[in-house]
């Protein structure tokens, strides 16, 4: 793929083979788990043998994100099966690692459930905070580095190339979430990074339909522990999500303007409004983020946080929306609310809403945004 082309060119056209006559201009999904081996010995000549190591219907996926994040893409049943295996191919029992202590609250519960049985030496360092530390030297020793930027569900932002130049000298390996973020908004690889991941279930798929994830790198050694430990572990896609997914991409760069657009509208709505405070959306002049964000991602994307007096402002202002939904998650083309702090984990005020801005007409949600924040 032309590395020249616009984002809308990039998203339809990600992973599409050379055009063949009569073919389908997008593969169809292939339902199978077990193939023909013949009587040559398995997988020779490249050929598949069995869906949980080699499915078409994967790489097809595969190599769509590959092209938008820059590098070899791994696909995943789920972000948390993606975060997991990089995670776990990487580092081991006696190792430290370096996560994002507001960042996704999943996966600070995978490293308490799970990594610290392993043995795994667990440190947590904020986002705005991840920088000093690696000036500082203070990452010598880690084996790993995870960050995620802009973070969830507060939108902090941190310099990846600074970081990635920090991780390289201490001899760690970093991996970047970039699922707020999405390939189109920003390019971890490009910045320094070994690793970057995503939940595909959020904006990169967008229609709150499907449950995926992916690793991408540059790195030949990498792919191969990832590739391995998501093989023997069967955290694989299922070929009709993967093949879905695919197709959902195409309207990627469509689906992110217009959230923009609407969390522009939103985050300045919000903030010129009595009734909310701390206001967040890192393209907004006066965010505390807004600096680096407009210098390391390529565009917006269509989340914003906000503060209200409590959860009982909360629960007035989604009774009188009817358009702002609530639901967890985020990226959808519906638009959201999530009182964050309902499933604990986050260390967020009772007040502390994600909004998700959808894909609905800007006028009409910043105008049923704006008659509910009047009814507080």
């Known amino acids: 793929m032309d590395a020249s082309w616009g984002d809308g060119t990039r998203s339809v056209r990600a992973g599409e083979p050379a055009p063949v006559p009569g073919a389908p201009l997008r593969p169809s999904p292939v339902f199978a788990a077990p193939y023909h081996l013949g009587d ?29 994040d820059g590098g070899r893409c791994l696909s995943f049943a789920t972000g948390m099966a993606a975060i997991g295996a990089a995670v776990l191919a990487v580092a081991g029992a006696g190792d430290r690692v370096v996560l994002p202590s507001d960042g996704y609250y999943t996966t600070r519960l995978l490293a308490r459930e799970e990594l610290e049985r392993f043995g795994v030496r667990v440190e947590y360092v904020a986002t705005p905070e991840i920088e000093a530390v690696a000036a500082r030297g203070d990452l010598a020793g880690a084996r790993l580095v995870l960050i995620e930027t802009p973070s969830n569900p507060q ?36 910045l320094g990074a070994d690793l970057t ?10 229609h709150s339909d499907l449950l995926l994830g992916h690793v991408s790198t540059t790195h030949d050694e990498l792919y191969a522990r990832v590739k391995a430990f998501r093989d023997s572990t069967g955290s694989v896609p299922g070929p009709f999500e993967a093949w879905l997914g695919h197709r959902s991409m195409s309207t990627l760069d469509l689906r992110l303007a217009r959230q923009a657009a609407t ?7 919000l903030a010129t409004h009595p009734s909310v405070t701390g206001v967040r959306w890192p393209w907004r002049p006066g965010d505390p983020s807004h600096a680096l964000a407009t210098r390391q991602m390529l565009r917006p994307n269509g989340v914003v946080s906000a503060e209200l007096a409590d959860e009982a402002a909360v629960s007035t202002l989604l009774g009188a929306c009817r358009l702002w939904t609530a639901a967890t998650s985020f990226g959808g083309v519906h638009s959201t609310l999530d009182r964050r702090a309902q499933w604990g984990g986050d260390a967020v005020p009772a007040g502390f809403v994600r909004l998700s801005c959808g894909i609905e007409d800007t006028a009409d949600l910043v105008a049923d945004l704006g008659t509910a924040l009047d009814a507080l």
Request: proline share 6%; with cysteine.
């Open 155 to 190: 939108l902090d932002v941190c310099d990846i190339a600074a970081v990635a130049r920090a991780t390289r000298a201490a001899g760690a390996v970093l991996a970047v979430d970039n699922t707020t973020a999405t390939p189109l908004g920003q390019r971890p690889l490009e």
């Open 263 to 269: 969390a522009a509208a939103v985050a300045e709505l």
């Open 40 to 68: 040559q010995p398995p997988r020779a000549g490249g050929a598949d043998a069995y869906a949980r190591t080699e499915h078409p219907t994967f790489r097809v996926l595969e190599a769509a994100v590959g092209e938008l």
């Open 197 to 206: 991941l995503g939940s595909d279930t959020k904006a990169l798929t967008g």
